[in-house]
């Protein structure tokens, strides 16, 4: 694998909750389809909080679930809707093989939608190089997190100004 396609952009302090979905808010403006976002970190560190915020801030008003058990959920413009892209959000937790991910349709999603994966190593070789990586980890406090953004050229360019 290519070096450079993940290096680390930032690493950002986030006091509470509040801080991690203002965050998110700012770095869904940035996205467009095609992107496909990878979220790692311990169980309850806030990976779907993250992707909630993320699709709340695109638009969807609606409900956003944890898919740790439908596996994908799809969040689609409506059909006048130019602007906002359609959301896959996938969470792999619960995927027993790597072949499986392709049961749920996923290499459609890459090219027509924003992707997040939750639990990304669980499709091991079939993952895209090209995606940003997001890495939570608890910190000082309870609501405290340390968050890493990682990627290659185009993730560093989109991600150069962003701040919490
Ligand atoms: N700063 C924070 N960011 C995100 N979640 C936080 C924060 N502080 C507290 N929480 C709480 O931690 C929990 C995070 O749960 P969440 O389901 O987002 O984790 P997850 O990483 O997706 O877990 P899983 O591995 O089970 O999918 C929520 O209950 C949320 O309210
Ligand atoms: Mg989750």
Same mark, same amino acid.
């Given at each position: 694998m290519n070096a450079n396609l993940h290096m680390i952009i930032k690493e950002l302090y986030l006091k509470d909750l509040s801080a991690c979905r203002t965050l998110a808010k700012k770095l869904a403006m940035l996205l467009k389809t095609g992107d496909i976002i990878t979220l790692d970190g =311990? !169980?309850?560190?806030g990976k779907t909080e993250f992707c909630r915020a993320i699709i709340h801030a695109l638009g969807y008003n609606e409900d956003v679930p944890? +898919?740790?058990? =439908? !596996?994908v959920q799809v969040y689609e413009p409506e !059909?006048?809707? $130019?602007e906002t892209p359609a959301v896959w959000h996938i969470d792999l937790?619960?995927?027993? =093989? /790597? /072949?499986?991910?392709f049961e749920l349709g996923i290499e459609d999603a890459f090219d027509t939608a924003v992707t997040l994966i939750e639990? +990304? /190593?669980? $499709?091991g070789r079939f993952l895209p190089q090209e995606h940003l990586k997001i890495n939570l980890k608890m910190a000082a406090t309870e609501e405290a997190r340390s968050i890493t953004f990682a990627g290659g050229a185009y993730w560093q360019k989109k991600l150069g100004a962003l701040e919490v």
């Open positions: =311990n !169980l309850g560190t944890s +898919p740790t058990f =439908n !596996l !059909l006048d809707d $130019m937790y619960r995927l027993e =093989n /790597e /072949e499986d991910v639990w +990304p /190593e669980k $499709m």
